[in-house]
């Protein structure tokens, strides 16, 4: 699967003149936005009551190991909010939304700090890529099932889901988005961006891992 990236960005319904520079620039800088090659992004409906303008990206986690192409390990979006009058609850203009949901191991669905340790990778990504922001808040979700009878799917899964929005000081979306990007992958547990994790075959005749 090759890298997808966000050409094309800048196309917004309505009335192209009447988009503030700052949000087109914002929408500028999530084009240029290129996703490690496990993660594909699409543009998705943008909500049309939070705020005077707004744009959504959907990101998903393709399951390797799935019987359909529809499968997937983990799914998100990030939505982008610009009120040019700015919002007293966001102190600022221009807030970033963002959701995901994860298959996750099953163990982790009984460690008390897995929370804490999932809201960490947050912010932690939101300050190693340079986002400049505040006011950020959200929540980490942990459920279990077990499905009974007939109904399709593993026995047993366990799930995370975060829900997080904090206040972007500058356009440079793009830092944003990438700081989302990087929550999405520990979430769906992939490696760090450029390592392989070996498989069998990988090993064969190998002297070093």
């Known amino acids: 699967m090759e890298p997808r990236d966000l050409a094309g960005a800048q196309e917004q319904s309505g009335d192209a003149d009447g988009v503030p520079a700052a949000f087109r620039a914002a929408l500028d800088a999530l084009a240029a936005v290129r996703a490690r090659p496990e993660i594909e992004l ?3 409906p943008a909500p049309k009551r939070l705020a005077p303008f707004a744009h959504a990206i959907g990101a998903r986690v393709p399951d390797p190991d799935g019987e359909d192409e529809d499968d997937e390990i983990a799914s998100a979006r990030f939505i982008v909010l610009f009120d040019p009058q700015g919002h007293e609850a966001w102190h600022g203009t221009m807030r970033c939304v963002g959701y995901l949901s994860a298959a996750t191991d099953e163990e982790l ?3 008390a700090m897995f929370s804490e340790v999932a809201w960490s990778w947050l912010t ?3 300050g190693d890529s340079g986002a400049a ?4 808040g959200g929540t980490v979700t942990r459920t279990a099932s077990t499905r009974f009878g007939e109904l399709a799917g593993p026995e047993h899964s366990v799930d995370v889901e975060m829900r997080a929005s904090w206040t972007a000081e ?3 979306l793009d830092r944003h988005l990438l700081a989302w990007l990087e929550v999405v992958g520990n979430a769906a547990g992939l490696p760090p ?3 392989r ?3 069998p075959s990988d ?3 190998s002297e070093t891992l």
């Open 42 to 44: 699409e543009h998705i």
């Open 109 to 111: 669905v009984d460690d």
């Open 124 to 126: 932690d990504a939101l």
């Open 133 to 136: 922001h505040h006011t950020v």
């Open 170 to 172: 500058d356009t440079d």
């Open 193 to 195: 961006p450029g390592v």
């Open 197 to 199: 994790l070996l498989g």
């Open 203 to 205: 090993r064969v005749g």
